[in-house]
């Protein structure tokens, strides 16, 4: 992605810490697009970053920046995917790095991430808005942390070559929709902040519509559209399967609302049920794992279809944020038995038995 650092905020070409982000695929899904009756349907798997998601794309940025700035200790709250992106990043600058998580809410794969880069972890009691809250109020008291949640300018700067790169891969004049899972709301304003830069500096013509998806239960911005609300009402105790959008109280909410409305775009919310149909779907109908999260924007985008809200003639580009791998916990929650077999294969006779079950 340092491919566009003209328009990214960083002086010196050595302060780059980099760890080969972007230039994520673009899929053209053709068997689900088929089942959700879209002739032309993309996804823009951020999986394929080096943690794994989106994060690293603003993390390369606000990092490098910490270095030009001459920051040594980096500080985050975090549902996960953050955490793992900073660990690795303030692991590769050579700095100090603490992160807060809700105590028990972190999927394995990111608590695993966050320990082998030998970040600080700190867990709280609460959801992620609590611990967002502690991150704040401990970065005013010691000035030494250099706060890098999505508050940072500098990670939504790198989080909208997301919008440049899909701009570049696909023909911009025909992109219709854009569909991302929101949380605290930071990518789905950098993504519309890049078409609209991608549009000032005349590169595109067009912007498509920005639509957001929440999961049911933990959806204070989706709901605010629905309702046509010019501010949103904190949702306490949130609940998801989806853990990387259990956010009852997102801070970007006014930057969300304004990308939504000025592009035409909605929101929607979907259940945990319809997100895990959706991952599986995904999963088999095109060979892409992402983790439930990144699941609501397909499930967000059935859901549009059945409404009619999207048009079958249009071109949708869904975002997956994370990888499959980053969540193990769903192998608990099967929609449909799948057939598993133990068989020793000894003799001849073993190996007629095998032929028969399949
Ligand atoms: N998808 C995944 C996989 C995420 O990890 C997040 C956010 C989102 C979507 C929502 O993005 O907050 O910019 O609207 N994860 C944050 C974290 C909160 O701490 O890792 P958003």
Not at 8 to 22: Q, T, W
Not at 282 to 293: H, K, N, Q, R, Y
Not at 344 to 353: F, H, K, N, V, Y
Request: hydrophobic share 40%.
């Amino acid at each position: 992605m340092w491919k566009y650092r003209e328009v990214l905020p960083i002086e010196k070409e050595e302060s780059i810490i980099s760890l080969a982000e972007g230039g994520t695929g673009l899929h053209r899904c053709q068997r689900l697009g088929r089942e959700l009756g879209l002739k032309k349907l993309y996804v823009k798997n951020e999986g394929e970053n080096p943690t794994g998601s989106f994060k690293d794309r603003g993390m390369t940025v606000a990092i490098s920046k910490a270095k030009e700035l001459g920051k040594k200790k980096v500080l985050c709250a975090s549902t996960g995917n953050t955490a793992a992106s900073l660990a690795a990043y303030s692991a590769r600058a050579g700095m100090e790095c603490i992160v807060l998580v809700p105590k028990g809410k972190v999927a394995g794969g990111k608590m695993l991430q966050v320990t082998m880069h030998g970040a600080r972890i700190i867990q709280v009691k609460g959801d992620f808005d609590q611990a967002f809250s502690t991150a704040l109020a401990l970065a005013e008291r010691r000035s030494e942390l250099y706060l890098m949640n999505s508050i940072n300018p500098y990670r939504l700067e790198g989080q909208k070559t997301l919008a440049f790169e899909v701009s570049d891969q696909l023909d911009p004049e025909t992109l219709d929709t854009v569909i991302l899972p929101v949380g605290n709301g930071g990518n789905i304003s950098a993504a519309w902040k890049g078409f609209t830069e991608f549009q000032q500096l005349s590169i595109t013509n067009a912007r498509p519509r920005m639509i957001g998806i929440q999961a049911e239960k933990a959806a204070p911005i989706a709901r605010a559209v629905k309702r046509e609300e010019n501010m949103i009402h904190p949702v306490q105790n949130p609940q998801t399967i989806a853990t990387a959008i259990r956010i009852g109280s997102p801070v970007n909410w006014p930057k969300v609302l304004k990308a939504i409305r000025e592009s035409k775009g909605t929101a929607e919310t979907v259940t945990d049920r319809e997100i895990l149909q959706a991952q599986r779907d995904l999963a088999t109908l095109e060979g892409i794992f992402v983790e439930p999260a990144s699941a609501a924007s397909i499930a967000g985008l059935k859901k549009l279809r059945e409404k009619g809200t999207i048009d079958p003639s249009e071109t949708v580009v869904c975002v997956t944020t994370g990888h499959g791998l980053k969540d193990p916990s769903v192998i608990a929650r099967p929609l449909k038995s799948q057939a598993s077999y133990n068989l020793e294969i000894t003799d001849r006779t073993s190996l007629d038995a095998l032929e028969r079950v399949l």
